[in-house]
């Protein structure tokens, strides 16, 4: 059965300090693996890796792949509590058929004090 | 450009009781597909719906049912509401055949 873990499952940092969340997965026919934060509602989307090695950077988020060990670590510097949220990891994977899904990780809640 | 929109924004219904859950997609988008997040829990894959055709469905009872339509807008069913059925349902939307699935707000679904 397809599986996806996050771990931590919480975090408490303060202000400044850096964070690594780790989500590490075991499916079949993968396509790609996807990192989205989620304040309230609505996932909302940081990052898509499908080549190991090729670290992506948004500001202070950054996300590395890497497809041998099957895992994937965001990493957040300079945390801020705006980055308060939990964090989301999900792996697409592909049917023989062509159709595709996501599993999901339970999620890091990342709490940031001030 | 309107992103993903859901409706309605919470509801309460009660144990056996049916309720349909709204979608609409974000523009350009033709494949929609609808999770359930029960609380602390990441989203659960209940099915996808693309050219108004179930086209994969994840460990969900047939008590949960889906219809897409010709505007690409997608209704969620749930029949027979048992208290675990409680949980925030995303509906996402994406382009057949790319990786990027965008989010709605979710409906918050209570059941007493």
Known sequence: ?114 | DAGVTQSPTHLIKTRGQQVTLRCSPKSGHDTVSWYQQALGQGPQFIFQYYEEEERQRGNFPDRFSGHQFPNYSSELNVNALLLGDSALYLCASSTRGLNEQYFGPGTRLTVT
């Open chain 1, 1 to 114: 059965e397809d599986k996806v873990v996050q771990s931590p499952l919480s975090l408490v940092v303060h202000e400044g300090d850096t964070v690594t969340l780790n989500c590490s997965y075991e499916v079949t026919n993968f396509r790609s693996l996807l990192w989205y934060k989620q304040e309230k509602k609505a996932p909302t989307f940081l990052f898509m890796l499908t080549s190991s090695g090729i670290e992506k950077k948004s500001g202070r988020l950054s996300s590395i792949l890497d497809k041998k060990e099957l895992f994937s670590i965001l990493n957040i510097t300079a945390t801020q509590t705006g980055d308060s949220a939990v964090y989301l990891c999900a792996v697409e994977v592909i049917s023989t058929s062509g159709t595709y899904k996501y599993i999901f990780g339970t999620g890091t809640r990342l709490k940031v004090l001030a």
